[in-house]
T-cell receptor, first 110, second 116 residues
Framework: TQLLEQSPQFLSIQEGENLTVYCNSS?????LQWYRQEPGEGPVLLVT???GGEVKKLKRLTFQFGDARKDSSLHITAAQPGDTGLYLC??????????WGAGTKLIIKP | KAGVTQTPRYLIKTRGQQVTLSCSPI?????VSWYQQTPGQGLQFLFE???????NKGNFPGRFSGRQFSNSRSEMNVSTLELGDSALYLC???????????????FGPGTRLTVL
């Protein structure tokens, strides 16, 4: 069974600080996606990483896919209150279904 | 273009009842997937429909069923509700012409089901 573990589960920091969220597995994924979900809404896709070692940047967010395609990280620089939300990673499994992490609840305090 | 819509947004039922949730995908999207989201568990895949056919199914009991209509609108039904069925039910639509293709999924806001 393919599993994705996200850490930390909860993170509360001050505006302006940096943070990293991790998504780890013992399984290899053909691609990995990161989503952000805000209260009362469904998840919204932020990025998809496909190649081992790939790094993608989205403004202050940096996404990295591990060389072995088993793990990924999301780094936010100078966090802002608008970054608050639930961050979810999802890996494309062997049967083309998405395997989801449990999520990291991020709160950025002004 | 209108996004994915789900109705109702909130629902309260009692154990043993059944419930039907509805999802209208983005115009032109023929793939609709359903997920169950509970705190600490992430999203659990229920099933995917494409052109009125179930194309993929997760590991849920037979009490959970779904269907898709010719206009791509989809419904999911849960019979004999249990307390553990309380969750946010999300649907997502995409073009995803092939079961093995990767395509962006667009999620609706979800239906919050509470079972008492």
């Amino acid at each position: 069974t393919q599993l994705l573990e996200q850490s930390p589960q909860f993170l509360s920091i001050q505006e302006g600080e940096n943070l990293t969220v991790y998504c780890n597995s013992s399984s290899v994924f053909s691609s990995l996606q990161w989503y952000r979900q805000e209260p009362g809404e469904g998840p919204v896709l932020l990025v998809t990483v496909v190649t081992g070692g790939e790094v993608k940047k989205l403004k202050r967010l940096t996404f990295q896919f591990g060389d072995a395609r088993k793990d990924s990280s999301l780094h936010i620089t100078a966090a802002q209150p608008g970054d608050t939300g639930l961050y979810l990673c999802a890996g494309e499994g062997s049967n083309y279904q998405l395997i989801w992490g449990a999520g990291t609840k991020l709160i950025i305090k002004p | 273009k209108a996004g994915v819509t789900q109705t109702p947004r909130y629902l309260i039922k009692t154990r043993g009842q059944q419930v039907t949730l509805s999802c209208s995908p983005i115009s032109g999207h023929r793939s609709v997937s359903w997920y169950q989201q509970t705190p600490g568990q992430g999203l659990q895949f229920l099933f995917e429909y494409f052109s009125e056919t179930q194309r993929n199914k997760g590991n849920f009991p037979g009490r959970f069923s779904g269907r898709q209509f010719s206009n791509s609108r989809s419904e999911m039904n849960v019979s004999t509700l249990e307390l553990g069925d309380s969750a946010l039910y999300l649907c997502a639509s995409s073009t995803r012409p092939l079961a093995g293709s990767t395509d962006t999924q667009y999620f609706g806001p979800g239906t919050r089901l509470t079972v008492l």
